[in-house]
């Protein structure tokens, strides 16, 4: 069955840089109808997407983080990693994959159980 | 920048009818997904463009999609329907994935 594990540090500090890790299995990350996804979401509050990339290696990111999101993937591990420079204690939050299924019209039908990042000092 | 509108909360008595509404301009024209979040768990999709169920998903859920306006109808509402309902829909703009602000269910 399809799954999805986020992996990385639980605490970081402000202006450091955020690394997570999504390890996917049930499926290829050379798929070329899916694709994975990363979103996050503070306490609280509502999911914002973050960044996606698909099997060809094409990226899109958010607009307001572009210039702070890189996004990459080991297809020969089935692993996708974002990185996210500068953290804000703001930034603290959930944050998720979820394998986006494009083909069938941008959704995202499989996430992973989330980890939570606190960002502070 | 597009943006989807739904509701704060809705409540619904035991065994009666949820409809949780989302909003955009043209929504019609789009495919509207919608997600199921209960407290401490990760999001699960429960309607995929407009009005399909994925597998596991109860016939009590369907959605439409016309308009301005896509709905999220919960039928005979249980229990165990309590939770944050987001939609969502592709944005060709940022060729991203755009939430709305979520709706928080509570079943009388």
């Known amino acids: 069955q399809v799954t999805l594990r986020e992996s990385g540090p639980v605490l970081v500090k402000p202006t450091e840089t955020l690394t997570l890790t999504c390890t996917v299995s049930?499926?290829?990350?050379?798929?070329?109808?899916?694709?994975v996804s990363w979103i996050r979401q503070p306490p609280g509050k509502a999911l914002e997407w973050l960044a996606h990339?698909?099997?060809?290696?094409?990226?899109s990111y958010s607009t307001s983080l572009k210039s702070r999101l890189t996004i990459s993937k080991d297809t020969s591990k089935s692993q996708v990693v974002l990185t996210m420079t500068n953290m804000d204690p703001v930034e603290t939050a959930t944050y998720y994959c979820?394998?986006?299924?494009?083909?069938?019209?941008?959704?995202?039908?499989?996430w992973g159980q989330g980890t939570l990042v606190t960002v502070s000092s | 920048s597009y943006e989807l509108t739904q509701p704060l909360s809705v409540s619904v008595a035991l065994g009666q009818t949820a409809r949780i509404t989302c909003g955009g301009n043209?929504?019609?024209?789009?495919?509207v997904h919608w997600y199921q979040q209960k407290p401490g768990q990760a999001p699960v999709l429960v309607i995929y463009?407009?009005?399909n169920r994925p597998s596991g998903i109860p016939e009590r859920f369907s959605g439409s999609n016309s308009g301005n306006t896509a709905t999220l109808t919960i039928s005979r509402a249980q229990a165990g329907d309590e939770a944050d309902y987001y939609c969502q829909v592709w944005d060709s703009n940022t060729a991203g994935a755009l939430f709305g602000g979520g709706t928080k269910l509570t079943v009388l």
């Open positions: 043209n929504i019609g024209s789009e495919n």
């Open positions: 463009r407009n009005s």
């Open positions: 990339i698909f099997s060809n290696d094409e990226k």
């Open positions: 979820a394998r986006l299924n494009w083909f069938s019209g941008n959704y995202l039908d499989y």
């Open positions: 049930g499926f290829s990350l050379s798929n070329a109808k899916m694709g």
